[in-house]
C-alpha cells in the first residue's frame, strides 16, 4: 500500500485541500528519490495534522468511534462568511485518500497490478465531541472484505506506521511485545505516538529474542539496521539471548550509552523494523514489504552532516516503503529534488494550500535553501545585523565614506555592529 493522494476538508488549518503524493514531474531526474515526500511549512500550517489525517484515513475502519483520538478538536474551528465569531465553517471533517493496494493488502491482487482504492474518514462535531466515523466503499463486499483483513486475517496489509515529534523509547516496555496483541490494536499502537505521548518499544524488547526464536529475521534486522545507521556505528555482534550493544568507533555501548540524537533516530529505526517483522509473511523478506510511514520531524536531534544523507540513506535501504516527512532543515531539503517537496501555505480564509515548486535547489548551501522559496526567509541574518546593514547602506548612499566602509565590513564578516 501507497498513499497516492489525500483531500483534506474542514479539518484544523485544512478548509479544501489536496495533496498529490503520486504527482513526480522529474522521475528521471539524478537524485530523485521516488518514496521520499517531504511536507514543508512554517508552524502552524498543518504539516503534522496531514500526517495525523493519513493516519486517519488509512485506518478508519480500525479506528472508528475510537475513544481514545474522540474529543480532540479535529473540525476546523473557523467562522463562516458574513457571520459572528461564534459560527463555525462546519459541522463535520472529511478525509479522501487514494490508496494504491498491493498484493500484500489484498489477497486477490496476489500477483496483479496495484490496484487504486478511495478511502474516506468523516470526522462529525457532535456537542464538544469530534466522533471519527469510516464511510464504507459502495461494494460492500469490498468493504466486508476491508475490515476483515484490517483487523483479522492479515497483520501485513495496509502496512501504516508513524512517529510524531515527541517520539521517546519506553524502556519500561523492556519485557514486552507487541505480538501478542490483537491485530486492531496493534494497528492502533503504531501510530499512537502521532497522537499522544507514547513510547517506542525498545530493541532490548524483541531483538535479543529474536536471535534465539527466528535467526534469520534477526540477520536481516542486524543487516538493515546497519544500512541505516551512519558509519562508524554498527550493531554488535552478541551471543544468542543477550542484550543489544552498539559498536561506537570500536567501543561498545548499551542503546542507554548512545548520545541523545542517537538514541532519538535508533528508536524508530527499531520500531519500525520490528513492526516490519509482526508484519511480514514467513518467507518475505522485510525489505520486500510495502507500506507507509510517517515520520514528524525526521532531522529530530542528528548533527547536519547525518541530516543530508538521511533520506537517501532511508530511501536505499527500504526502497518498497512510501516516507512522507516533515522537516524544518535546509540540509534535509538540499539533498532532495523538487518532486520530493511539498510546500504547506496559509492562504487566508482558504486555510492552509499545498503547492509544489520548480526551483531546484539539490546541492546548494544551507543559506542558499533558506533564501529560496521552499523557506522564503528574506536573510538568514540577526534583525539586529538586518537593520544595521540598511542603515548603514542608505548613509553610504547619501554620501558617508565611513558608513561605506563599515557596511562593506559588517556584510562580509558580521562584525562592527556597534
Known amino acids: 500500500m501507497h498513499v497516492d493522494a489525500i483531500r483534506i476538508q474542514h479539518l484544523r488549518a485544512f478548509s479544501d485541500a489536496r495533496i498529490d503524493f503520486a504527482a513526480d514531474d522529474d522521475p528521471g531526474v539524478a537524485g530523485a528519490l521516488s518514496n521520499i515526500h517531504v511536507l514543508l511549512g512554517g508552524n502552524g500550517t498543518g504539516k503534522s495534522t496531514v500526517l495525523r489525517a493519513i493516519a486517519l484515513g488509512v485506518l478508519a475502519p480500525v479506528i472508528e468511534r475510537d475513544p481514545t483520538l474522540e474529543g480532540s478538536a479535529w473540525v476546523r474551528r473557523a467562522p463562516r462568511a458574513g457571520a459572528g465569531r461564534d459560527r463555525m465553517a462546519a459541522d463535520f471533517a472529511s478525509i479522501d485518500i487514494d490508496l494504491r493496494l498491493h498484493g500484500q493488502d489484498l489477497l486477490r491482487c496476489a500477483g496483479q497490478p496495484p490496484r487504486m482504492l478511495p478511502m474516506?474518514?468523516?470526522?462529525?462535531?457532535?456537542?464538544e465531541l469530534d466522533l471519527i466515523d469510516w464511510h464504507r466503499p459502495q461494494?460492500?463486499?469490498?468493504?466486508?472484505?476491508?475490515?476483515?483483513?484490517?483487523?483479522v486475517r492479515e497483520p501485513s496489509a495496509f502496512f501504516l506506521v508513524a512517529y510524531g515529534a515527541s517520539r521517546w523509547v519506553d524502556h519500561a516496555q523492556a519485557?514486552?511485545?507487541?505480538?501478542?496483541?490483537?491485530?486492531?490494536?496493534?494497528?492502533?499502537?503504531?501510530?499512537?505516538?502521532l497522537f499522544d505521548n507514547r513510547g517506542l518499544l525498545?530493541?532490548?524488547?524483541?531483538?535479543?529474542a529474536f536471535a534465539l526464536q527466528n535467526p534469520g529475521r534477526y540477520r536481516q534486522v542486524?543487516?538493515?539496521?546497519?544500512?541505516?545507521?551512519?558509519?562508524?556505528?554498527?550493531?554488535?555482534?552478541?551471543p544468542?539471548?543477550?542484550?543489544?550493544?552498539?559498536?561506537?568507533?570500536?567501543?561498545?555501548?548499551?542503546?542507554?550509552?548512545?548520545?541523545?540524537?542517537y538514541q532519538a533516530y535508533v528508536g524508530w529505526i527499531g520500531d519500525l523494523l520490528h513492526q516490519l517483522c509482526m508484519g511480514a509473511p514467513s518467507g518475505r523478506r522485510l525489505v520486500d514489504n510495502?507500506?507507509?510511514?510517517?515520520?514528524?520531524?525526521?532531522?529530530l536531534h542528528l548533527h547536519p552532516a547525518w541530516q543530508r544523507v538521511l533520506l537517501s540513506t532511508?530511501?536505499?535501504?527500504?526502497?518498497?516503503?512510501?516516507?512522507?516527512?516533515?522537516?524544518?532543515?535546509?540540509?534535509v531539503v538540499g539533498a532532495l529534488q523538487p518532486s520530493n517537496l511539498l510546500v504547506l501555505e496559509h492562504a487566508g480564509s482558504e486555510g492552509t494550500q499545498c503547492r509544489r515548486l520548480p526551483e531546484r535547489i539539490h546541492g546548494q548551501s544551507a543559506d542558499q535553501v533558506l533564501l529560496s522559496p521552499y523557506f522564503g526567509l528574506a536573510t538568514t541574518r540577526p534583525a539586529e545585523v538586518g537593520e544595521a546593514l540598511d542603515r548603514l547602506r542608505l548613509a553610504s548612499e547619501r554620501g558617508d565614506p565611513a558608513a561605506a566602509a563599515a557596511y562593506l565590513q559588517l556584510l562580509a564578516c558580521g562584525e562592527g555592529l556597534a
Open 222 to 238: 542486524v543487516t538493515l539496521m546497519d544500512c541505516l545507521l551512519p558509519a562508524g556505528c554498527r550493531l554488535a555482534a552478541a
Open 139 to 151: 461494494d460492500h463486499v469490498l468493504a466486508r472484505e476491508l475490515r476483515l483483513i484490517q483487523q
Open 120 to 127: 474516506q474518514a468523516r470526522i462529525e462535531r457532535v456537542g
Open 175 to 193: 519485557g514486552t511485545s507487541t505480538a501478542s496483541m490483537p491485530l486492531a490494536t496493534q494497528r492502533r499502537q503504531r501510530v499512537a505516538s
Open 290 to 299: 510495502q507500506g507507509v510511514v510517517l515520520v514528524d520531524e525526521i532531522d
Open 314 to 331: 532511508l530511501s536505499q535501504a527500504l526502497p518498497n516503503l512510501q516516507f512522507i516527512v516533515t522537516t524544518h532543515s535546509p540540509l
Open 240 to 261: 544468542p539471548g543477550e542484550a543489544t550493544r552498539f559498536d561506537m568507533e570500536g567501543i561498545l555501548l548499551p542503546f542507554e550509552g548512545l548520545s541523545d540524537g
Open 202 to 208: 525498545p530493541l532490548a524488547a524483541w531483538l535479543p
